[in-house]
């Protein structure tokens, strides 16, 4: 099974490719990608697989292959958004859909997986378990669409689920894993500071928003100094500050946002407490009213340790030309709605490197730039093949 499933996915390298550039020359956004959706379900049309659309939130796709003989049940999560990104990218393949773009590398995460589903359906009477091809909708977005498919109960059948991320830390053919807390946790916040409005020059008649609302993204900053455990991780970025105003007028509101990344559960409790307190103390200290939203967007990614350990053995095992190094990556500080996959089963979120040839210093996913070796689509295919052969012991 194992080697027919290399032979197959190399035969279909192109293929792959082929997929990935269409897709990336028709991207669309998270919540509205429809046509995506409706590209990836006739893609399995005449295959004999039960296919459910609309699933979660949003057009969520899952695809089941059942196996010849009972065993394991494990998913396998791709995500097909794209971002509100124009593109600058010099590739004959660039987005058709001005202001939109595949710079995350969703992409390459569906085309692998089409190849590899497909295969999996032909080999299925050889598979000992039922496989659950996961096409999510919309992971830039909070609420995202992982949250909603495991709410929608269509996995709770599901031992474990195994996704990728397309990453440019390394040569295609570099594959790397990371047990425990491996991706932040994200929340959104937002601050409507209102004072009392005045003449420049009689501030003692007003109440300036402006100078609170300084104050607060100052003292925001000592939650992260001053009350987060050193060896513990968070980060706390106000982005967007709207006091816009005349320059003789004092301003009787501001707006703030803020985004706050952390690696832990703990870590997140501790940061909303403590941007709550600043908040109400806000209101004491000068005279304001403060009207806060605070979101918990994506929890952190915890990779299950021993089922990683696992991951990790099966891909050094390989012994495949295309697979050359597996190694520990960092925890990353992007946030990844596959954390909720991972919540409730135990589960692996690893990395494919996918640095561009000849490239020193590549783009980061997100960048307009951004490119991928489309040599890494088969490593990709390879990997998480591996992974699936060796969970259900298949030589």
Avoid: W
């Amino acid at each position: 099974m194992r080697s027919k499933l290399m032979e197959m996915l190399e035969s279909r390298k192109d293929e792959m490719i082929e997929i990935r550039r269409h897709l990336h020359e028709n991207p669309e956004l998270s919540f509205k990608e429809e046509k995506t959706a409706q590209y990836i379900v006739d893609f399995y049309k005449g295959k004999d697989v039960d296919v459910q659309s609309n699933v979660g939130n949003g057009y969520g796709i899952i695809v089941t292959i059942k196996g010849g003989k009972p065993g394991k049940n494990i998913g396998l999560r791709a995500d097909f958004d794209a971002l509100p990104i124009v593109e600058e990218t010099d590739v004959p393949y660039k987005s058709k859909n001005e202001g939109v773009m595949h710079a995350c590398g969703h992409d390459g995460h569906t085309a692998y997986l089409l190849v590899l589903a497909d295969c999996l359906i032909q080999l299925k009477d050889e598979i000992p378990g039922t496989i659950k091809i996961i096409h999510q909708h919309a992971e830039e977005v909070p609420p995202g669409g992982a949250k909603s498919i495991v709410e929608s109960g269509v996995l709770d059948d599901l031992d474990h689920v195994f996704g990728i991320h397309l990453l440019p830390m390394g040569p295609a053919g570099v594959v790397g894993y990371h047990a425990g807390y491996s991706f932040n946790g994200r929340a959104y916040m937002k601050l409507v500071i209102q004072g009392r409005g005045g003449h420049g020059s009689s501030p003692h008649l007003a109440n300036d928003a402006i100078v609170a609302g300084a104050h607060f993204v100052t003292a925001t900053q000592t939650i992260i100094s001053r009350r987060l455990n050193p060896f513990d991780v968070g980060v706390i970025t106000i982005g967007s500050f709207d006091g816009k105003g005349t320059f003789n007028v004092i301003k009787d509101s501001v707006e703030l946002e803020g985004d706050i990344r952390y690696m832990t559960i703990e870590t997140r409790e501790l940061i909303a407490k403590e941007i709550k307190r600043l908040a109400k103390g806000l209101e004491e200290e000068f005279g304001v009213t403060c009207d806060l939203t605070y979101e918990n967007d994506y929890p952190p990614v915890y990779n299950d340790p021993e089922v990683t350990e696992k991951v990790a053995q099966f891909l050094k095992e390989a012994n495949d030309k295309d697979i050359q190094e597996v190694k520990e990556f960092p925890a990353l500080p992007p946030s990844e709605d596959f954390a909720y996959y991972a919540e409730k089963f135990p589960s692996c979120f690893f990395y494919i490197a996918c640095t561009p040839k000849g490239v020193e210093k590549p783009y980061f996913n997100h960048n307009p730039k951004f490119d991928i070796d489309e040599d890494a689509l088969l490593v990709a295919a390879k990997a998480v093949g591996y992974v699936v052969c060796g969970f259900y012991e298949l030589d």
